[in-house]
């Protein structure tokens, strides 16, 4: 009896991994992507990443597959929701495929 060989798991990418991943697809596709750099005085939970195309708008905190917002990030998604803007979470690159068009 012969046993199948299991295909060996991909290596987990590094949040600073699926970021470039993101970036580069959305600015591929004509969006302009910022990176945002929290720093002192920054709005405590601001998503990772803000792209905008032809005045539509959304903006992007980027986890692992086991990576969770924190607070301040779930009280920033609320926000950007209240006020009727887009707020994705996105585990990889597929999260954003749609948006490439």
């Known amino acids: 009896m012969t046993r199948l060989k299991t295909p060996p798991e991909k290596p987990k990418l590094k949040e600073s991994e699926i970021q470039r991943q993101i970036k580069e697809y959305l600015q591929w596709n004509g969006w302009f992507v910022v990176k945002i750099h929290q720093s002192l005085g920054s709005f405590k939970g601001i998503a990772d ?8 708008s ?4 980027v986890k692992t597959s ?3 917002q924190s607070v301040d990030q779930i009280a920033f998604e609320q926000e950007i929701k209240r006020h009727g803007g887009e707020y994705i979470v996105a585990r990889s690159l597929d999260d954003v495929m749609g948006l490439g068009a």
């Open 49 to 56: 990443l803000y792209a905008i195309k032809n005045g539509r």
């Open 58 to 61: 959304v903006w992007i905190e």
């Open 66 to 68: 086991e990576g969770r």
